[in-house]
């Protein structure tokens, strides 16, 4: 029998006799919301899990600017993927591996943005929801319901 720093852990969890949860951390295994490598095939990939990648490729700045976040990763989205890995000194494969997945979240998903006052009218509809992103997906926040003229109608914890 093959034994891993994993099956240490755990026995050495047990004789503790505290409750420790651990997950085996798989080289394959996408951070969520990815749920597969993104690259390159025919047909392409599309779904939601590339339009998230897309977004936050093109918030990097070794991402050329005319990266167009469509749902569909294309040859544009796997140059951009080569451009982020160089950049941050990763293998530049133009997949979407989980390493490269995992940085792009660690650098990018906090994106700072804060509302700019813009009515739900404005573009056309009746309500908008502002919620907060935190690199830490796991921190709770107060999202905000807005009416079409920008009056706060509820607060709910995401």
């Known amino acids: 029998m093959f034994v891993t720093l994993h099956h240490i852990l755990v026995i ?5 006799c505290t409750t420790v949860v651990f997950a085996a951390k798989d080289d394959a295994t ?3 919301p990815f749920y597969r490598e993104l690259y390159v095939t025919s047909p392409y990939m599309s779904g939601d899990d590339v339009s998230i990648a897309q977004t936050l490729l093109a918030r990097d700045d070794a991402v050329d600017s005319s990266l167009v976040c469509d749902g569909v990763f ?6 951009a993927t080569t451009a982020f890995q160089t950049a941050n ?17 660690d650098l990018h998903s906090a994106d700072g943005f804060t509302d700019s006052g813009f009515t739900a009218a ?3 509809y009746l309500y908008k929801v502002h919620v907060p992103v935190h690199t830490n997906r796991s921190v709770e926040t107060y999202a905000t319901l807005f009416d079409q003229d920008n009056n706060a109608l509820l607060k709910f914890k995401t």
């Open 30 to 32: 996408m951070p969520l």
């Open 74 to 79: 294309g040859n544009d989205s796997k140059e």
């Open 89 to 105: 000194k990763l293998p530049s494969t133009g997949i979407l591996d989980s390493v490269s997945a995992q940085m792009l979240l």
């Open 12 to 16: 050495l969890a047990a004789f503790a």
């Open 122 to 124: 404005s573009m056309g």
